[in-house]
């Protein structure tokens, strides 16, 4: 069953064609990393899956529901669609619990109490147990990405996408970004749609590497396709860039 | 779609509300007791043509003189102090049915002014330092700088003469600033009708009267032209009257053969004591207009700074717009356009405190919207973004996750607005709101004290403002942002 169906997608800015139309299906339960050099367009694709970007034309179906329509309740639809960003967004003015409870209580999903329980438990999924009334500013870049994490699942979607969610931390800190979402994937069966660099998880975890270049899909296919038999001229001289550093 | 915009609607509520509310306040003011009563302007700081006394009622020859025909004609009066060209503005607007202010009759002004029977005939002198002995006649003015209060005969007659003597004119708004200037030696000499002059000479003002009285203008009571009629008419009669019987001629020699006050005290707290209460009352007069323009101001900056950045293009639009037009207007000319232009557009009078409200609402009120606007758009884009990707909608966003965020940027900025605001409302002294600064000048008209009684209001303004920070500093330490 496809929980994301995108068909024809473009989007624009003035005069810069960013997505030249893409077709993409995700399936129940499938982790899909999306790959790509900078510019190519690759978040963009992501962030119209919720539509954080509004697509030119094509259509985006998730659930069922093409949210590229206009007058389409798109909070409904972002409830069950969790997203981590590359700096964090954590909420500034909010505690790391209250980060993680206030989309479920505002939303009337989740009694108070009920909420703190859950945040408390998530922030054990994540490895932060004890951070529940920290400030999140005495949070490090690893940590801060995996509370975001925990306040994205804290909505019980059942679709997480994850703009180079690594991208902006230390070195030493990538480990446990990763193990999270490795566990995400393998333990929960949570369907994924990753931007990422780290070419590592990708091999490791992904059930499909879609590889975006110049605005559209050039090639996409399981791991070992895309890794070592690349086809496609693009891909070939992208993955030699990165494997020589 | 239902839950879309709540943030929107309930702007928008809010805005009409407000809207509405100005409304009733600024009705048409109706008098329909059985006696006609008139609002009559005047300039309170021009004596011995009309000031305020020892005790701080008006009083003058215009005052005792409109209050006994008025009284012989059966009719009431209510007296709006403003200043002499503010009373013009306010008759030709309708604001006002009249005004007696010492109001020479000129061809010019009969383009625009109906006038009543002259009740005194003016001439203008020339006053310089006591001290001075260089300056004799209008011959020694070459090259030489003279004073001159704006609107009066006396600066119309020293402007006919310019060119022939050749000197230049400095204007002020109050006599007490023109005597002042030419105490200081900035100008050399003033022009001013001769009663004027002469009370200001009585009041202890070091001058001296150095020329016969020249240009004789009459003096009369001004209606906007083809109106008030029967205003006109009832004081014209009443005046005739009053000659006849002898009244008169009492009030103008109360006046104008006024002996030297004495008993003055005019000491600072000589002149401290003796208006305490009227000083107080300007006090608590400029309190309140601060207190309920800040109220209005921020209600209407938060409404254009939100609509600043809401995603709908109208309402950003109308956010600059209302920005750019009331920050780019200066506040003097914004309170007069209220005051005297807006009646003349509706036909509808304002009350000056309204118009007052008003103008700081729209001037303090479009700096908050820029600073509402600013601190929300320098809340990182990714805030909002994680906001709404949870699924919460744009009003939740904005009030869990921005707005807690924003306000802390905007809070110095607010404490800031407030100061100004208070130290604003002394701009609408000049459409005769009897706050702190038009009570000094009230006063100073009366006892030529210019430097003391600024002193005591500048001290006052002080006061209040060291006040309202230490009001606002405990309540940013006990809000903890």
Redesign the interface.
């Known amino acids: 069953m496809s929980k994301i169906k995108v068909t024809d997608l473009h989007k624009q800015y003035a005069d810069n064609h960013v997505l030249r139309g893409v077709d993409l299906e995700v399936k129940d339960n499938e982790v899909v990393v999306i790959i790509g050099p900078s510019g190519s367009g690759k978040s963009t694709l992501l962030r119209t899956l919720n539509k954080l970007e509004e697509p030119t034309s094509g259509s985006v179906v998730v659930h069922g529901t093409d949210i590229a329509q206009k007058g389409v309740n798109i909070d409904q639809v972002r409830e069950q669609i969790g997203m981590v960003f590359q700096h964090f967004n954590l909420f500034n003015n909010l505690s790391v619990g209250k980060n993680i409870m206030l989309a479920p209580v505002e939303l009337g999903k989740l009694s108070k109490e009920d909420a703190v329980k859950q945040a408390k438990k998530l922030l054990g999924v994540v490895g932060l147990e004890n951070k529940f009334d920290a400030s999140v500013n005495s949070l490090s870049g690893g940590q801060k990405q995996r509370v975001a994490i925990a306040r994205a699942l804290a909505m019980n979607p059942d679709i997480m996408l994850f703009d180079e969610p690594t991208s902006a931390l230390d070195p030493e800190m990538v480990g446990d970004v990763l193990n999270v979402m490795k566990k995400l994937a393998k333990e929960k069966g949570m369907t994924m749609v990753v931007v990422t660099h780290e070419m590592g998880f990708a091999k490791e975890v992904a059930d499909r590497v879609v590889f975006v270049d110049d605005g559209i899909i050039q090639e996409e296919g399981t791991p070992d396709e895309i890794f070592n038999h690349p086809k496609n001229d693009r891909l070939k001289s992208f993955l030699s860039k990165i494997l020589e550093v | 779609?239902k839950?879309?915009f709540p943030v929107i609607r309930w702007l928008m509520v809010l805005s009409i509300g407000l809207v509405v509310a100005l409304g009733l306040f600024s009705a048409p003011i109706k008098s329909n007791a059985a006696e006609k009563t008139y609002q009559i302007g005047t300039d309170v700081t021009f004596p011995p043509f009309e000031y305020a006394n020892d005790n701080n009622k008006y009083v003058g020859i215009d005052i005792d003189l409109m209050n006994a025909i008025a009284k012989d004609q059966g009719f009431k009066v209510n007296f709006k102090p403003t200043s002499f060209n503010g009373a013009i503005q306010a008759v030709q607007s309708g604001q006002l049915n009249g005004m007696v202010a010492g109001m020479s009759v000129t061809p010019e002004r009969k383009g625009t002014f109906d006038f009543s029977t002259a009740y005194y005939n003016s001439g203008v002198v020339m006053a310089v330092s006591q001290n001075n002995n260089d300056i004799k006649s209008l011959k020694d003015l070459k090259g030489k700088t003279i004073a001159v209060k704006t609107g009066t005969t006396g600066a119309q007659y020293a402007q006919s003469i310019q060119k022939k003597y050749g000197f230049k004119i400095s204007t002020f708004d109050d006599s007490s600033n023109v005597y002042e200037d030419v105490l200081t030696g900035n100008s050399v000499a003033c022009f001013d009708d001769e009663p004027v002059l002469k009370y200001g000479i009585n009041q202890g003002t070091k001058l001296k009267i150095v020329t016969k009285p020249a240009a004789g203008t009459p003096i009369a009571l001004g209606v906007k032209k083809g109106t008030n009629k029967d205003l006109v008419e009832k004081f014209n009669a009443g005046l005739a009257h009053l000659k006849k019987n002898g009244e008169y001629k009492k009030i103008m020699d109360k006046y104008l053969n006024a002996k030297k006050n004495t008993e003055d005290n005019h000491s600072f707290f000589g002149i401290l004591k003796q208006n305490k209460t009227f000083l107080w009352q300007g006090f608590l007069q400029t309190l309140w207009l601060t207190i309920v323009s800040i109220i209005f101001a921020t209600i209407f900056g938060v409404i254009f700074g939100l609509f600043g950045v809401l995603p709908i293009k109208f309402f950003r639009g109308l956010s600059s717009t209302v920005i750019y037009l009331f920050r780019g207007m200066p506040l003097l000319v914004l309170a007069l356009f209220i005051y005297t232009g807006i009646p003349t557009l509706t036909g509808t009078r304002i009350p000056a405190f309204i118009a007052g409200v008003i103008t700081l609402m729209l001037d303090e009120g479009a700096y908050i919207a820029a600073f509402v606007k600013g601190g929300i758009e320098s809340v990182?884009k990714?805030?909002m973004?994680?906001?709404?990707?949870?699924?919460?909608?744009f009003g939740?966003s904005m009030r869990?996750?921005i707005l807690?965020?924003g306000v802390?940027l905007m809070v110095p900025s607010f404490i800031n607005q407030f100061i100004i605001t208070l130290k604003d409302t002394s701009i609408l002294s000049i459409i005769g709101i009897l706050e702190l600064t038009q009570t000094g000048k009230i006063i100073i008209a009366r006892n030529l004290e210019g430097f003391k009684v600024w002193a005591m209001v500048a001290i006052i303004y002080l006061v209040v403002i060291t006040l309202l920070t230490w009001l606002s500093n405990w309540v940013k330490r006990r809000a903890k942002i």
């Open positions: 779609m839950r879309h990182d990714g805030q973004e994680a906001a709404r990707s949870l699924g919460l909608p939740k869990k996750v807690p965020q802390k």
